[in-house]
């Protein structure tokens, strides 16, 4: 299955336990590997809920002649995110800790390939669709037991096989919603972290979909002749925070009309590149802020035919500072991401 399970040895890796204090990380639910599919299925029926799952590559944003950095992502998550304080403000209990994709030997292959070869760049872009069957496999049996992924780490590429896999698991096409100044709606030229959502509406998994804080100038024409022809819309950044043609909530507003139109089950993307000075796959420092970004995930959350979430491109070593700055603002940022989906869909 190429899946690197988490049990006690892993969990401990990350957590740092104090007297009188319980950290989330000590009431989060671990699988029985022996048997996962049924283990999901007990621990869905037991009140679990949400499924914790990593992808650490960077494979994709190079294959999109990128750069590196969103393997280290969920490594950063995981420090902070298990030793956030468990109380009455957080279900931790309904939270399975299933572990990460292994991509340790994807991630090797490609050390040695130079993009600007082009045999080595379609080796990478190879990479990447191999890796693709190994996410959608994992996204499908954690969508069949009725439990709702939450993904973090690697690149936009992502989105392909969790999309893939839930369509399958829930055997409809989805609608998603990407904050993201990239679309990622680039041609069909070999699997990276640029065409997502283009494959995922060639191949028929993906119906509806929003880009929402798309910037005007970082998406070619092709990709927005793309867009155009699927009938998919769109609101800029520059429309709501250049022209405040939109507030960001009217945004999400008509973001939410569209997407309860299509009656599909709804997953959430967010680039971690859509948050100013944030350590990513690509930098901005005219983007939203991170309350901002919980603000979305909250009110996207909030629909009843939510059914995952995904947060890519978290780069900690893209960071001016350094790579333990880096790990520290990415980790913060993608827990307080992951907790507000949490506590907004545990209250439903």
Same mark, same amino acid.
């Given at each position: ?14 957590? &740092? ?5 319980? &950290? ?15 283990? !999901?299925? @007990? ?5 679990? &809920?949400?499924? !914790? ?9 190079? +294959? ?16 902070? =995110? ?26 090797? #292959? ?8 082009? %045999? ?10 191999? *890796? ?35 369509? #399958? ?9 990407? !904050?993201?100044?990239?679309?990622? =709606? ?13 494959? %995922? ?30 009938? =998919? ?15 960001? /909530?009217? $945004? ?13 089950? *709804? ?18 420092? +005219?983007? =939203? ?17 939510? /059914?995952?979430?995904?947060?890519? @491109? ?10 333990? %700055? ?8 993608? $827990?307080?991401?992951? /907790? ?9």
């Amino acid at each position: 299955m190429h899946l690197i399970a988490a049990d006690s040895h892993y969990l401990a890796t990350y957590l &740092k336990p104090r007297l009188g204090e319980t &950290k989330i990380g000590q009431r989060l639910r671990l699988p029985d590997t022996t048997d996962l599919s049924g283990s !999901l299925g @007990e621990l869905k029926r037991n009140g679990a &809920k949400f499924v !914790l799952l990593g992808i650490p590559e960077d494979i994709g944003p190079r +294959a999109n002649l990128g750069r590196g950095g969103a393997d280290l992502g969920w490594d950063a998550f995981l420090n902070n =995110f298990v030793n956030l304080q468990h109380n009455q403000f957080i279900a931790s209990e309904q939270l399975i800790l299933l572990g990460h994709v292994q991509c340790d030997d994807f991630q090797r #292959k490609s050390d040695s390939l130079n993009v600007s070869n082009c %045999a080595d760049l379609a080796c990478l872009r190879e990479l990447v669709e191999q *890796l693709d069957r190994r996410v959608s496999h994992i996204i499908e049996l954690i969508g069949a037991s009725g439990l709702i992924p939450i993904v973090i780490g690697g690149g936009h590429n992502n989105s392909l096989p969790i999309l893939q896999g839930m369509a #399958k698991a829930l055997e409809q096409p989805l609608a998603a919603i990407n !904050l993201d100044p990239h679309s990622d =709606f680039r041609a069909l030229e070999g699997r990276h972290s640029g065409n997502g959502f283009r494959y %995922a509406a060639d191949q028929g998994v993906l119906s509806h979909y929003f880009c929402l804080g798309m910037h005007q100038l970082k998406n070619s024409a092709q990709s927005l002749q793309g867009l155009q022809g699927y009938g =998919f819309p769109t609101i800029t950044v520059q429309q709501i925070i250049h022209t405040r043609e939109f507030s960001l /909530c009217q $945004a999400i507003d008509k973001a939410i009309d569209y997407l309860n139109a299509s009656q599909r089950p *709804l997953g959430i993307e967010l680039d971690l590149d859509s948050i100013s000075y944030m350590p990513a796959s690509a930098y901005t420092n +005219a983007g =939203f802020s991170i309350s901002d970004a919980q603000y979305y995930v909250h009110r996207i959350a909030e629909l009843e035919r939510c /059914c995952y979430l995904h947060l890519a @491109e978290g780069a900690p070593n893209q960071h001016p500072a350094g790579i333990t %700055a880096g790990s520290s603002d990415i980790g913060n940022a993608l $827990a307080n991401l992951v /907790c507000c989906f949490i506590q907004t869909r545990a209250e439903l």
